[in-house]
């Protein structure tokens, strides 16, 4: 890989002069007497250049890099290669002593499932699948452009990385997880950067963007445009948007887990610490530019003592909205969502990636209170829910007992929000899932399935930019195995949450 090649940067869109210019329309044919005048044929010149211009990708995007899709791929192959090194050669894993032989046996024996840990599937795979997608986003290219990145950058590991049967989920959890993720993290990243700064603030700044997203921070600062200064995104959707609010959580969670069939019942509670942070970015009624991603949220928890640190990674994001109703004292938004869920604990194991249908309502209750509502209908391109019986799970070259089923289904989500001065004061949601298991606990297809609910309240005492609150859950995952011969298992989950939270801004 090589650093870009930079120059001096025009504004965003700018096409190149050179070579741009069309050739003037035809000449007149043989005998007309009518004869286009310099004027003319000046005009019908210009009238092409515009069109050329509208229908040329721009060069530059809008924080200066240029758009380069030759070096996005050497970047996603580069990408691929550090991670073979580091498992062959520092790992030394076993997995990845490839060949051209291994090359045809996994294009020849086609996709399995694997029985790799939740968390490396849902949550490891997703985020590696977000450094694809960013070589793309971060050379130029736009959500959609980048999109292709994420599927081929995983779909060559899983051909000819490993020597492990290329595992229909990892394709699927890397590809889409990690376009999810990876548009997140450069959105994220552009809010830490500007490049009007200098000294110290430009130095922390870069380190910040760098941390939320690696592969776009590599590019920035070999190019050069790291240090260099020059104007930021005009737009503001391309930077910080005028609706974006993130607040933080501190606080202990209760959980208690029942888990009951016809012939046992399991009965567990726990204390935990956990921190939240939570990112709005952009507001689905205000947003006066609606591309991919131009709002959406993040929810991501930490568990102090359960069995893994990060407990929960929740994003929806918009890929196409459009207003439906809009008065004084109420407002509809009809959108397509990209939503990706993950939620490991003690208790529950759930993830799901999915797209849906949302529709966003709003109404003015008075001059500072405002009731909220969001109704998602999704299907899921990929779902998985832990199971008592998911240790049958059919896999090739078994390293371990899965604890979780995977498979397609489809779910409802709804929340209802009460707000003062734009801030969340109470708030109901709900959501239900259906996963029909694939693989896991199904000796055939279909012969399992499982369904969710889960529902809470939260209410929020605001103290100036602090507050205190109080947050209840419940979980119940009916899972039904009659076709294979087992009882159908019922699982209770009860949580209560008492945290503080600050509004960073």
């Not at 240029?66 to 030394?92: C, D, H, K, S, T």
Request: charged share 20%; net charge negative; hydrophobic share 40%.
């Amino acid at each position: 890989m090589h650093a870009q090649d930079d120059v001096d940067v025009p504004e965003a869109g700018a096409v190149p002069e050179a070579g741009a210019v069309p050739e003037v329309g035809d000449s007149p044919a043989a005998g007309d007497s009518s004869e286009v005048s310099g004027e003319q044929a000046a005009t019908a010149g210009d009238n092409q250049l515009d069109q050329a211009q509208e229908d040329e990708p721009p060069r530059y995007d809008a924080w200066g890099a240029r758009r380069n899709v030759g070096l996005a791929v050497g970047q996603m192959a580069g990408i691929n290669a550090l991670v073979w090194f580091y498992n062959e050669y520092i790992r030394q894993g076993g997995f990845t002593h490839v060949s051209p032989a291994s090359f045809w046996s996994n294009f020849s024996s086609g996709f399995f499932f694997d029985d790799n840990h939740f968390s490396n599937n849902l949550f490891a795979h997703p985020y590696h699948g977000s450094l694809y997608y960013s070589a793309a986003r971060s050379n130029g290219l736009n959500y959609w452009e980048s999109m292709p990145f994420a599927l081929m950058g995983s779909f060559f590991w899983e051909c000819c990385g490993e020597v492990h049967p290329p595992a229909f989920n990892d394709w699927v959890a890397t590809s889409i997880g990690g376009i999810a993720i990876g548009e997140v993290l450069y959105r994220a990243g552009s809010s830490f950067l500007d490049n009007e700064a200098t000294g110290a603030e430009r130095v922390f700044r870069e380190i910040g963007g760098f941390l939320v997203n690696p592969v776009r921070g590599f590019n920035r600062l070999v190019s050069g445009r790291a240090a260099r200064v020059q104007p930021n995104p005009s737009d503001p959707y391309d930077r910080i948007p005028p609706d974006l609010n993130n607040f933080v959580k501190l606080g202990v969670r209760l959980i208690g887990d029942r888990t009951t069939t016809e012939s046992f019942q399991t009965d567990t509670e726990e204390l935990d610490g956990f921190f939240e942070f939570n990112l709005n970015f952009g507001d689905p009624w205000r947003n006066t530019r609606r591309k991919p991603f131009d709002f959406f949220t993040l929810g991501l928890q930490l568990n102090f003592t359960d069995k893994e640190l990060i407990g929960r990674l929740q994003i929806w994001g918009n890929l196409y909205s459009t207003e439906l109703k809009k008065s004084e004292k109420v407002h509809h938004v009809f959108g397509i969502t990209q939503n990706y869920d993950f939620v490991n604990n003690n208790a529950v194991e759930f993830a799901g990636l999915s797209f849906g249908g949302a529709l966003f309502s709003e109404w003015k209750l008075s001059e500072t209170w405002d009731l909220r509502t969001h109704l998602n209908i999704h299907g899921y391109a990929l779902g998985a829910v832990n199971s008592e019986y998911a240790f049958l799970a059919v896999v090739p070259d078994r390293e371990r007992l899965r604890e979780y089923d995977m498979g397609l289904g489809a779910g409802v989500w709804g929340r209802v929000a009460f707000t003062h001065g734009g801030r969340e004061i109470a708030t109901v949601r709900y959501r239900f899932a259906y996963m029909n298991t694939l693989n896991g606990s199904a000796v055939n297809a279909g012969d399992t399935y499982h369904i969710l609910h889960w529902g809470g309240v939260q209410g929020i005492l605001p103290i100036g930019r602090w507050g205190i609150g109080v947050d209840a859950a419940a979980y119940v995952r009916s899972s039904f195995f009659e076709l294979i011969g087992f009882d159908t298992v019922r699982q209770d989950v009860g949580e209560v949450r008492l945290f503080g939270v600050f509004q960073t801004f």
